[in-house]
Each structure stands twice: as structure tokens, then as C-alpha cells.
């Protein structure tokens, strides 16, 4: 059984940082991908970043890129996501995800529909990042 447990949300003012931690067990590092998608109220679903299924490429949406950085730790079977100068913009529920295609979508240039993440392949429960002005 597949699971990812995400960690690592909460409060910060503007300009803080937090890390987000994904803990995956049951999962095959080498043909999945890993990352985390976003979601604030009212606003659709986004991708913000994602690593490894066939290689350590990473994939970063422009909003956070310089800001944002994604690791993997796969002696802990883990991912990162460390995040920087956070934005008030930034505020939303992340969401662990794993995938076998979706990253290398992502690296391609491919603007995901809702209807493709609601197809991703596994979803870790979310926590939530708050980013005050």
C-alpha cells in the first residue's frame, strides 16, 4: 500500500521560511515522481514542483522558482520542499503527490488541467501554509 505523509505547514510572516516534508513508503523511487501540488481558496489546482521518476530532474512553476527548492532523500524514502521568501501569495493547502508522468509533463512545458490531477496517480493528505502580510 502506497502512502505519503506530508509535514512541515503552518504560520509565517512574509518573508519567512517553512519546509515541507513528504515521508513515502510502498513507492518505487525510480519510476515515480514526487512533488507538491497547491490549492488556495477559490483558485485552481498548481503544480508548484516535483522530482526524480526517471532521473533527479526537478520542475519549478515560475512563481517560485529562485525561492522554492525540492530535494529527495531516498535513504528516508522522503522529499523536501523548502520554501523562502514566502509570499502572502503562497498561502494554500500543499499536497504530496506521486506520479509517474506528471513531473516530466510538467519539465515539457505541459500546463496541467484539474482533470489531470484529479487522475495523478497517488495524493498524500495536505497541510496547510499560511503566509502573513
Known amino acids: 500500500e502506497v502512502q505519503l505523509q506530508a509535514s512541515g505547514g503552518g504560520l509565517v510572516q512574509a518573508g519567512g521560511s517553512l519546509r515541507l516534508a513528504c515521508a513515502a513508503s510502498?513507492?518505487?523511487?525510480?519510476?515515480?515522481?514526487i512533488g507538491w501540488v497547491r490549492q488556495a481558496p477559490g483558485k485552481e489546482r498548481e503544480g508548484v514542483s516535483c522530482?526524480?521518476?526517471?532521473?533527479?530532474?526537478?520542475f519549478y512553476i515560475d512563481s517560485v522558482k529562485g525561492r522554492f527548492s525540492i530535494s529527495s532523500d531516498i535513504a528516508k524514502n522522503t522529499v523536501y520542499l523548502q520554501m523562502n521568501s514566502l509570499k502572502p501569495e503562497d498561502t494554500a493547502v500543499y499536497y504530496c503527490?506521486?506520479?509517474?508522468?506528471?513531473?516530466?509533463?510538467?519539465?515539457?512545458?505541459?500546463?496541467?488541467?484539474?482533470?489531470?490531477?484529479?487522475?495523478?496517480?497517488?495524493w498524500g493528505q495536505g497541510t496547510q501554509v499560511t503566509v502573513s502580510s
Open positions: 503527490v506521486a506520479d509517474r508522468f506528471f513531473c516530466a509533463r510538467q519539465r515539457m512545458g505541459v500546463t496541467l488541467t484539474e482533470h489531470y490531477y484529479e487522475g495523478l496517480d497517488y
Open positions: 522530482i526524480g521518476g526517471t532521473d533527479d530532474s526537478t
Open positions: 510502498g513507492l518505487d523511487f525510480d519510476v515515480y515522481a
